[in-house]
């Protein structure tokens, strides 16, 4: 695919400044009147909360999440508490009838089921929006000058992320806040992107770079914008 450009109409010294304003306007302390930095922040949140996401799925299913957490199993006992389908009563009875001596916990407390999936709100609550922004109650996606916030609101979350005297500790978010590594190379090229639009924008929004009078033309890939 041809690269993609953008267009600035001005002197050489008025791109310097324009481009020098950059970091300043991203990290929010400068005028965006285009929403430049927004976008970025809402490109991180989505990319934090998509690596939050597929790791919380890796590990309910007793896999090690890319943060290198695995999740203590739960007990038979929490196994046998979950809903149970007519199917399988209907099987356990069926065992019994054939003369099985199985008890409700022997049984029901064996299924292989998805941890902290009961109801799947705590995982909806970390589920990316389309568009960065909190998309439910329990999502936080907050976006203040510099920052990105993420985390949900489920009143149980902190119980099962930093344990209790009956709960063992399942983290489903970065440890003490500290992103793992593994996150980076999605969390980068988030940025990545975002900044390339952020450029744009704050350069007057055209595809191309163009410094008139200068015979230069600066082209940049189009991936940066996907």
Do not use: C
């Amino acid at each position: 695919m041809p690269p993609m450009t953008v267009v600035f109409r001005g002197t050489r010294a008025d791109l310097r400044r324009a481009l020098a304003a950059v970091p300043t306007t991203l990290a929010g302390r400068g005028r965006d009147t285009v929403g430049a930095a927004l976008g970025v922040q809402l490109r991180l949140s989505t990319a934090v909360l998509s690596q939050v996401h597929q790791d919380f799925l890796t590990k309910s299913r007793g896999g090690v999440g890319k943060d290198g957490v695995k999740w203590t199993p739960l007990d038979p006992k929490t196994v046998a508490g979950r809903k149970r389908t007519a199917k399988e009563s209907a099987a356990l009875k069926k065992r019994r009838k054939a003369g099985e001596k199985l008890t409700a916990l022997g049984y029901y407390g064996s299924r292989v089921v998805d941890v902290l999936r009961d109801t799947a709100r705590l995982l909806r609550s970390l589920t990316p929006g389309t568009d960065g922004r909190a998309f439910n109650p329990d999502q936080i996606v907050r976006t203040p000058p510099g920052e990105v916030i993420v985390g949900t609101n489920v009143p149980y979350a902190g119980a099962h992320q930093n344990g209790t005297k009956y709960i063992p500790a399942r983290p489903f978010l970065p440890v003490r806040g500290r992103i793992p590594l593994a996150y980076m190379p999605a969390i980068g090229l988030a940025a990545a992107r975002g900044v390339a639009r952020a450029v744009v924008l704050l350069l007057g929004g055209r595809p191309y770079l163009w410094i008139p009078g200068s015979g230069t033309l600066i082209l940049l890939p189009r991936e940066l914008f996907a």
